[in-house]
């Protein structure tokens, strides 16, 4: 387990290199620079700002000093919002979206789960269609559409939440559910084939044979192998969560990290972009290994080595 | 295996119940209908929807409108603006004189102004600030607005190391003379943009050198203002809260007593927050929204004239548009007045000439005209009779649905005025900003918002070699003109050179004017003492709620 583990948290390394090398190089390819702006800037003024950033520096040398600056934990200072680092920016703005990213996936865990399971028990009748029905409706709509629609019925209409903001708990419920939705809806179709497939298989007609009572089998033998797909998804689904908050965040004025992770590209704010790029893909490593190993302890078959 | 399961749904839910508790608590909803409640309980707290995060709260290195907002309720300058005019009135200065020349301002400072920790705004604060705003190591990118004052540039630039040299000077603490290199009548206008605010020396040397960028001086707690509030809290991409400075010399008339400034940078958001009661003002309006509110509930949407133009530029070392011809002809085919009524909407006025009506008292007297015969002729002369032998070229936007709009209306009354092809191509804003500055395109779209109430703020956009002049025009003449208007105080033959000068821009068009910008906002009935102005200034001083 332990050496499972070390074996992947090295082949990161490599990952992350190369990661953050690609995205240096594009960055830097791209026209406009961080303090191009309608009006320009005396050349001497950019000269100087230049240096202060030490963008005079040969690129070589500027992108030596970031890893050497990023492996002691400083990801310097952010180009556009001056005042603050990007470690504060991070610090301030990273627990935000991973608090949303939480509450979006448990909630589309519950609700897929559910559904998934209702459905799968009773295959092509009406339990089955609705809530399949239901998720696909969810896959298909993306997030941009049912955002504002959920605003308009349940903060503009009836009130019951407010339209923007990220102070109280129910300030929560509407940006989890919008961000979730999608995935729940997946969630739901991969758990219903998933229990589909395992309970058709021997082992669960024996079961049944033996008189173990119907909840027994599906909580007990059913669920532990029609959840791997599940499990499996949970993997690209935390990718999709982080990358896809900006639209959730912006909908919802909640101050996160997805804003930046994209706005940084569209500023050029360089030091900004490397850090956040850096920081998704080591989160993105860090779940998808998560994920791995949850399943092989689900799934005997599966040897971590 | 069954161990390992439970233990992760076992750490799983302990971690969730805090999330979901310890979100702080959330200040009551001022306004729960977005109509307000009259009535003297009315909290006097205001709710702004100011765009974008700040990029920083030090008025020397920032430069846009969202910052402006911000610290001009923390700083004030020598002079203030009247809330509906925008006229100086007395700030920090109490009184001031003018030298007959109009070159020297002799300032007083009111005996009784205070930095937020008690110290006194005394004249030497005032020298420092203006230090610290032209060092070369500062790199400040307005350092411009200040050449206007004796060597100014020079020692931005470094010509002059020794700042006693520049044109300021406290005489004593409470008087500063301010020289000018030329009589600047836009002057005491100027004084209220940021980059001419005060800043308390000793918290900057505090928090690191004179001309260090970005030092933590500006955070909650360490800042120290001279404005009619006092920074409270900074919540990145969330908001800012400021207070009311019970120290400020006026604090007497001071209604509010904290100003919240969030941080919505999507449109259709803030819209959303305002219709549900948390804004009082928004810093725009959704573009799609604009009719919904002209007709249901117009007393909301306050449109009001901005002093900024809508317009194209031509590289004019690009064929065919290195012909005045062509250039006029394309002017001249282009209707105005239904780009107005038809795409924008809101209320924008057609542009027939660069400097917006009535900027400072001016008015051009040339104008650009809507006569598609004599474009067609223009355009015959030029060499291509009813379009034939056209080369075409490409015009060129920043991606936005707006832009995109307008291009493909001009792009159809091009093509059926003139009978000539244009193919439309849009980049994202950097590498727009990057092609018109490497000259990389034939026509752009542009636009300019005046930095203070004057037809110089313009007009000298375009002189030869002009920082911000991507048209690669130059005339002699021109240059001439602008260069007479700067070196007189006397307002009519300042306005006379700026006459011929625009008259030369509009017959030679390096530029084609297309529309006078609005400023767009939401507006909750009960606020009080906010005005529409030119420049979307808000003196909060005189706002309050109802």
Known sequence: MLRFIRSRLLEAIPVLFIIATLTFVMIRLAPGGPFSDERNVSPATLAKLEAHYHLDQPLPVQYLTWWRKTLTGDLGPSMRYGAHSVNEIIGHTLPVSLELGILAITFALVIGLGAGIVAGLKPNTVTDYAPMSLAMIGICIPTFVIGPLLLLLFALRWQIFSVSGWDTATDRILPAVTLGAPYGAYIARLTRAGMLEVLNQDFIRTARAKGVSEFRVIYKHALKGGLLPVIAFLGPATAGLLSGSFVVEEIFDIPGLGQHFVNAAFNRDYTMIMGTVLLYAVMIVVFNLLVDIVQAALNPRLRLE | ?546
Not at chain 2, 217 to 246: A, C, H, S
Not at chain 2, 383 to 389: C, V, W
Request: aromatic share 10%.
């Open chain 2, 1 to 546: 295996m069954k161990q390992r399961f439970l233990s992760i749904r076992q750490y799983l839910l302990p971690a969730l119940i805090p999330l979901l508790l310890c979100s702080c608590g959330r200040e009551p909803v001022f306004l729960k209908s977005p109509a307000g409640q009259p009535g003297d309980g009315v909290p006097q707290i205001l709710h702004l929807g100011n765009g974008a995060e700040p990029k920083a709260l030090d008025p020397h290195v920032v430069t846009g409108v969202t910052e402006h907002n911000i610290i001009s309720a923390l700083l004030e300058g020598l002079v203030t603006e009247n809330p509906k005019t925008l006229e100086p009135q007395p700030g920090a200065a109490e009184s001031w004189t003018v030298s007959d020349d109009g070159t020297v301002y002799t300032f007083l400072l009111r005996s009784n102004g205070k930095w937020s920790n008690g110290d006194a705004v005394t004249a030497p604060d005032f020298v420092f600030s203006f230090e610290r705003m032209l060092s070369p190591g500062l790199s400040a990118e307005y350092a411009e607005m200040l050449f206007v004052m004796k060597n100014a540039a020079a020692f931005h630039e470094g010509r002059v190391t020794d700042f006693s040299q520049v044109g300021v000077r406290a005489v004593n603490d409470h008087t500063l003379e301010i020289t000018l290199n030329a009589g600047t009548p836009y002057f005491l206008s100027m004084l209220n943009h940021y980059s001419w605010y005060p800043v308390h020396p000793p918290t900057i040397l505090k928090h690191g050198k004179m001309d260090e960028r970005h030092t933590p001086w500006t955070r909650p707690g360490n800042y120290v203002g001279n404005g009619v509030f006092v920074l409270d809290t900074w919540e990145v991409n969330k908001e800012i809260v400021v207070k009311k400075n019970p120290l400020h010399w006026d604090a007497k008339i001071v209604r509010l007593e904290a100003i919240h400034f969030r941080a919505i940078e999507k449109a259709l958001t803030e819209e959303r927050a305002f219709r549900a009661g948390d804004l009082h003002v928004t810093s725009t309006v959704p573009l799609d929204k604009i009719e919904k509110y002209q007709q249901n509930s117009p007393e909301l949407l306050m449109v009001s004239p901005y002093i900024g133009t809508y317009y194209y530029l031509f590289n004019v070392e690009q064929p065919p548009l290195d012909d005045g011809r062509v250039r006029k002809a394309l002017s001249m085919s282009i209707d105005r007045a239904a780009i107005c009524t038809h795409v924008l909407k809101a209320g924008q006025l057609p542009a027939y000439h660069f400097v917006p009506p009535d900027t400072g008292g001016y008015t051009s007297q040339a104008r650009v005209t809507y006569d598609i015969a004599a474009a067609k002729k223009l355009l015959a002369a030029a060499g291509y009779p009813d379009g034939k032998g056209f080369p075409g070229f490409e015009l060129l936007y920043n991606t936005n649905e707006s832009h995109r709009k307008i291009a493909e209306v001009i792009q159809q009354m091009w093509q059926k005025n003139l009978n000539i092809n244009v193919v439309l191509k849009n980049q994202e804003w950097k590498v727009y900003l990057d092609s018109t500055q490497q000259g990389d395109f034939q026509v752009a779209r542009a636009g300019w918002i005046g930095d203070y109430v004057d037809p110089n703020t313009f007009l000298d956009l375009w002189i030869t070699g002009g920082g911000n002049n991507r048209t690669r025009w130059s005339n002699g003449d021109y240059d001439n003109f602008i260069a007479s208007a700067a070196s007189t105080s006397d307002a009519a033959v300042r306005f006379e050179a700026f006459q011929k000068a625009e008259t030369i821009l509009l017959d030679e068009l390096p530029i084609m004017p297309i529309y006078l910008y609005v400023s767009l906002s939401l507006i909750q009935p009960g606020v009080r003492g906010w005005y529409p102005t030119l420049l979307d200034h808000h003196p909060y001083k005189y706002v309050y709620l109802e």
